[in-house]
């Protein structure tokens, strides 16, 4: 059976077990294509199939992103990555710390752009059961009845706010999956005096031919972007349908419908497969895609080799499926395939998103894997490690 033939079969049986709604598959190897399989809706309501162009909200897939603009400023020597954020922010100069092991106190050491890049900086996601995540969940919570207004929260209003709330633990002492990513977008607007969108469509999306990706859907192409949906279950917990969702999950709108004013560098952008192929070729060919050089071969290095300390590393080894992975530059890098609980390599970098968009270099095996789908809550799920080890075992 055809490697095509087997991703389809494999997301089709997702689909008639209310997995997902739609999803597809694009793979490259040594630069060329060698499967695309799609399946499914995209709109069930409306009756739209999950197609090659279908735009998707990537949520933290849009994290890779950020750190190519982040590489981008490193590069030209307008940011340092040991600079404080608090000089470019000064809402960052004077942070607090409060965790179950400790009453609220001042921060022992200071955050630095190279936290945000790694996740150590001790901001943390909304969440209603640690000091940081009920901080950050005042800020979202905000944001969120915001949206849609004459005042919506901005890029660098919410990481000021963000401040304001206690980090989990001292900048560079753990790891914690958080809004660094965001804070970071904020630092790129301030050192560029550009918004995050205008930064990366003049650095990224515009040189590299992404013309479907963006904080925002225009209204030409508002009919390609998929809906989102969640599993429902029965009392035993079965599968017995899906059900839209519409929600404005970490304060992106949902319905992309215009352009926001918090560019969420962690979460905010929409894409294509083949719009995010570009980039990932471009990071797979050294920082040039096309004859377009967008960072440096040594810049590429770097952001694809991170690698957490190992204080960090304990922080990050508690995600389920990332063993034998660390975590640097708002990326998954994998350096003990025997670990991982699925077909990798070494050297292996890339990341996910909320809605189950996926994507993975493999620098040695000269393969990427690019998956788009729009389920709540999926992440890396089953079907991901699914399709990926149908891949793998097929190519390498």
């Not at 992106?252 to 995010?276: C, K, Q, R, V």
């Not at 050297?347 to 998103?353: A, K, L, P, S």
Request: proline share 5%; charged share 20%.
């Amino acid at each position: 059976m055809a490697l095509q033939e087997k991703l389809t079969n494999t997301i089709q049986k997702a689909i008639d077990e209310y997995m997902v709604a739609g999803a597809s598959m694009l793979v490259i190897k040594d630069g060329k294509e060698v499967a695309y399989a799609q399946a499914g809706e995209a709109d069930h309501e409306r009756q739209k199939p999950f197609q090659r162009d279908t735009i998707i909200r990537l949520y933290s897939q849009t994290k890779p992103i950020t750190a190519a603009a982040a590489m981008i400023l490193m590069e030209r020597g307008e940011i340092d990555l040991c600079q404080q954020v608090g000089e470019i922010i000064p809402a960052y100069r004077h942070l607090t710390v409060e965790n179950a092991g400790c009453k609220r106190r001042e921060a022992q050491t200071p955050l630095c752009i190279h936290n945000l890049l790694n996740m150590t900086s001790g901001l943390s996601y909304p969440d209603g059961s640690t000091p940081s995540g009920k901080g950050a969940d005042v800020v979202f919570s905000e944001a969120c009845k915001r949206l849609n207004t004459d005042h919506e929260m901005s890029t660098l209003e919410l990481a000021e706010r963000l401040a304001e709330g206690p980090l989990a633990y001292d900048p560079g002492t753990s790891w914690q999956y958080g809004t660094s990513a965001d804070v970071l977008g904020a630092v790129i607007e301030v050192v560029t005096g550009m918004s995050l969108g205008d930064f990366m469509e003049q650095e990224i999306f515009k040189p590299l031919g992404m013309q479907d990706t963006g904080f925002y859907v225009p209204q030409e192409k508002r009919s390609r972007l998929a809906s989102v949906y969640w599993t429902q279950t029965d009392e035993n917990e079965k599968p017995i349908g899906l059900l839209p969702y519409i929600g404005d999950n970490l304060a992106i709108n949902y319905y992309m419908d215009h352009s926001p004013a918090y560019m969420a560098g962690g979460a905010g952008l929409a894409s294509t497969l083949d719009d995010y192929s570009r980039f990932a070729a471009m990071l797979m060919n050294h920082g040039t895609f096309e004859g377009t050089q967008i960072l440096k071969p040594a810049t590429v290095k770097y952001m694809t080799g991170g690698e957490l300390m190992p204080d960090q590393q304990l922080g990050f080894n508690k995600w389920i499926g990332l063993s034998g992975y660390s975590y640097g530059n708002l990326m998954r890098v994998c350096k003990n395939p025997g670990q991982a609980p699925l077909f990798s390599g070494k050297g292996e970098y890339g990341w996910d998103g909320w809605l189950g968009a996926y994507f993975a270099n493999l620098p040695e095996e000269k393969l990427t894997i690019l998956m788009a789908t729009q389920k709540k809550d999926a992440g890396t799920f089953t079907l991901t490690r699914k399709l990926r080890n149908i891949v793998l075992s097929e190519l390498l």
